[in-house]
């Protein structure tokens, strides 16, 4: 059942349950729980909005105010984008959460061979600032935050956002933009790396050092361990890896003599919500507790707002099935519950068709809906963190934060997070385990529901016939077109010597110790595509060889 | 095929997109089944794609492909095979595919689509069946 390990005697009595983070759960909880693991008040909770946290970051979380919502958006060219966001706003969305397409991403321009068949499918096509301002046009980026879902190229859609908010106007100090920005997961999962691993590094320290000193309402960095969790993490991997990161983000900016106290504060998070609801909660709860003690502990940092746990508690992809997709609507809703009674502060959900499609505005508004349904209707703003106090929960949120100070541990012995990754031995371990997992799914030991697990199944051609209602986004040939016509517009009309100056600039910060953020907002403004930026960095940093992954 | 009777299969993640959870475990479900299983890693281009399965002469190349562009990658990299004199490289597919994609795909040539759901134990009884 589930997602846990569920053992059962012969009349289908549950005997013993073991979470994915290796948890055994009893079947009832009581107060001697609390007192043999040590439990205090104080300690252990503290007031909600008091240090360290476990309850909630505010004294009044949701009664104050409730979750921001960021459904994941863009696709095809800037234009078709800008429509969506209004879309969204226009519904009630107050955050932006921008997809780019595969070249943006990987730092290709739409007329690039490796482009072909990409430009404009998983999100917007991104070449230079003209695309910036038609995507963000008539959207006030003084009152919208925008997550900006890039990475190996985040620098410089950092920088495109800055200039674009400079060219509608606004100053950089009225703006907020988190770009992703987490390339060390993306080396763990997802998979849009370009540059080797001290190189990639080296940049989040840029971006975040520039955002200490130019952005002050940016947050320069987003640490998910979301896709780590969907490559095969547990949920206390999860959690233990993305802290790992987020040290070696912390390393390499000390490095550069700016104090923690000085930046963290800027960090978020985005953690997946896909599991057992209890083994969610849990780790939630216990992250928020652990990541404060850390600051506090290890960096030395004393401003209590600078210990939040700040983040995206949402999606959810893995849990959703590609067999009997409305099921997912219900599993969605399920996994949304269980960020509200984490106490998320910001939230999106996976789209019920995502197995087939990119969200139609339908499914889009589906996942919004479902989250104000929450908030709005059925009383998740009623009452600050519902189940503390709960037995189970607290004793569970106790065993949590230890497994994924086990887990942060096994990372330290082997030499650190960016050690780990160039060796290869975390995408190892999460392969190795997606792989025991998927196979427990097929086999049934694990249940999903609308999955028939193979033992049962037989032969199944059906499946290749099934019919689904789900309705399909089109792929529309023209947005390359257009982009490409774009782009030979925009290498006809710009000042050529501004292009270049600008990015022998950029090359002489990469080479050196520069940062190479103003640098970038300089090649912006003077319409240097994202190709001839990263083209740059290509050059001058070269490219990430993966390790072997068995 | 040589000595032994084992499959050879190259999986290979096409094009820019680098959700390869997918391609690992299959990688690693075909190696149980007894395959020799090359990896390409990611990012790889049609041609890096054709290189790696002529060195390694497989008999099979296994595309991962999510994005949705499945029909006009594996548009192409039949032509390429073709020209190249590849035609006795199976080529099969898996990932992000609708349904109503398969005809097409099987018409053009891919020898079977394994879309994402799929058990383990079908994808490779459906390999199986291409070899008897």
Request: glycine share 10%; with cysteine; proline share 4%.
């Amino acid at each position: 059942m589930g997602v846990a390990k569920y053992t059962k005697d012969e009349k289908g009595a549950i005997k013993e349950v073991i979470y994915q983070s290796g948890i055994k759960v009893k079947p009832v909880y009581g107060p001697e729980d609390l007192e043999k693991a040590g439990f205090t008040y104080e300690q252990d909770l503290g007031a909600p909005g008091d240090y360290p946290f476990t309850r909630s970051l505010h004294p009044q979380s949701y009664r104050s105010r409730a979750w921001t919502t960021r459904q994941y958006t863009g696709f095809g060219t800037p234009e078709e984008t800008n429509k969506r966001f209004k879309l969204m706003i226009a519904n009630g969305q107050n955050g932006l959460n921008v997809a780019f397409d595969l070249p943006t991403q990987m730092g290709y321009d739409s007329d690039h061979p490796l482009a072909e068949g990409e430009v404009g499918r998983v999100g917007m096509a991104i070449d230079s600032l003209k695309d910036f301002e038609t995507a963000f046009a008539e959207i006030p980026l003084d009152r919208i935050g925008s997550g900006l879902t890039i990475n190996g190229v985040a620098t410089i859609m950092m920088a495109m956002y800055q200039a674009t908010a400079e060219k509608f106007g606004y100053s950089k100090d009225q703006i907020s933009t988190t770009p992703q920005n987490d390339i060390l997961k993306e080396m763990i999962g997802r998979g849009a790396w370009i540059f080797p691993v001290e190189h990639g590094v080296r940049l989040v320290g840029d971006s975040i050092e520039y955002a200490v000193k130019e952005l002050p309402k940016s947050n320069p960095v987003s640490i998910c361990g979301y896709h780590i969790r969907e490559s095969g993490a547990t949920p206390a991997q999860e959690i233990a890896y993305a802290f790992e990161i987020a040290k070696a983000y912390i390393d390499t900016v000390t490095a550069r003599g700016i104090k923690p106290e000085d930046f963290v504060g800027r960090f978020s998070f985005n953690f997946n919500v896909y599991g057992n609801l209890w083994e969610q909660i849990a780790k939630f709860r216990a992250a928020r507790k652990l990541w404060a003690k850390m600051l506090k502990t290890e960096y030395g940092v004393t401003d209590k707002k600078k210990l939040f746990l700040r983040g995206l508690f949402g999606g959810g992809g893995s849990g959703l099935t590609k067999e009997q997709p409305e099921n997912n609507i219900m599993r969605s809703a399920y996994y949304a519950l269980g960020a509200a009674l984490s106490g998320a502060q910001t939230t999106a959900l996976c789209s019920f068709d995502e197995a087939y499609t990119i969200p139609t505005p339908r499914s889009a508004l589906l996942s919004l809906r479902t989250l104000e349904i929450l908030m709005d209707e059925v009383g998740l703003r009623d009452t600050v963190d519902p189940l503390a106090g709960s037995y189970f929960i607290e004793t569970l949120t106790l065993e949590m934060e230890e497994k994924i100070i086990e887990e942060m541990e096994e990372v330290q012995k082997w030499g650190g997070m960016t050690k780990s990754i160039s060796e290869g031995f975390i995408q190892r371990k999460v392969s190795r385990q997606a792989y025991e997992y998927e196979k427990g799914l097929q086999s049934g030991e694990y249940r999903k529901v609308g999955i028939v697990p193979t033992s049962e199944s037989g032969n199944r051609p059906e499946q290749e016939t099934q019919k689904t209602d789900v309705e399909l986004h089109e792929y529309n040939q023209e947005w390359a077109e257009k982009s490409k016509v774009n782009l030979i517009e925009l290498r006809r009309t710009r000042n050529d010597k501004d292009v270049s100056d600008s990015l022998k600039a950029l090359e002489k910060a990469a080479r050196g110790t520069d940062n190479v953020m103003p640098y970038l907002v300089t090649c912006c403004h003077a319409y240097a595509t994202v190709g001839e930026m990263a083209g740059v960095f290509r050059d001058v940093f070269g490219e990430w060889n993966e390790p072997e992954f068995y | 095929m040589e000595t032994t009777n084992k499959i050879r299969v190259l999986i290979a993640k096409p094009g820019l997109d680098g959700h390869d959870k997918g391609a690992k475990i299959v990688a690693l479900a075909l190696r149980d089944a007894g395959m020799e299983v090359i990896y390409s890693g990611l990012h790889q281009t049609l041609n890096q794609i054709i290189q790696t399965a002529t060195q390694e002469a497989v008999d099979v190349i296994g595309l991962s492909i999510m994005s949705g562009a499945h029909l006009p990658i594996c548009k192409r990299l039949i032509t390429m095979m073709k020209e190249q004199g590849l035609d006795d490289i199976r080529l099969i597919v898996g990932g992000v595919i609708p349904y109503q994609d398969i005809p097409e795909l099987k018409e053009m040539g891919v020898a079977a689509v394994f879309p994402g759901g799929i058990s383990f134990e079908d994808i490779i009884t459906g390999m199986n069946k291409l070899f008897e």
